[in-house]
């Protein structure tokens, strides 16, 4: 369930379809700099009521970062 919200806010953020993004693609492919990668996760933060313990980079893949999502939700 968060994998497919996940996959649904980049598209809508960035303006892909969802049948181009797949979860084993790093987030370098549908993010272009750190303004996004700040864009993205202000939203996510937003969506899912958490803050991330740590910092996401744009080498892990969606898949991981739906993980991250998870574990900060307990």
Same mark, same amino acid.
């Given at each position: 369930?968060?994998?497919?919200?996940?996959?649904?806010?980049?598209?809508?953020?960035?303006?892909?379809?969802? +049948?181009?993004? +797949?979860?084993?693609?790093?987030?370098?492919?549908?993010?272009? +700099?750190?303004?996004?990668?700040?864009?993205?996760?202000?939203?996510?933060?937003?969506?899912?009521?958490?803050?991330?313990?740590?910092?996401?980079?744009?080498?892990?893949?969606?898949?991981?970062?739906? +993980?991250?999502?998870?574990?900060?939700?307990?």
């Amino acid at each position: 369930m968060i994998l497919e919200k996940l996959i649904s806010m980049i598209c809508e953020e960035f303006g892909f379809s969802e +049948d181009e993004v +797949d979860g084993s693609a790093p987030l370098y492919e549908f993010i272009n +700099d750190d303004a996004e990668l700040e864009e993205l996760v202000l939203s996510l933060e937003s969506e899912f009521e958490t803050e991330f313990a740590e910092e996401i980079d744009t080498g892990i893949s969606v898949s991981e970062l739906a +993980d991250m999502i998870e574990e900060s939700i307990g």
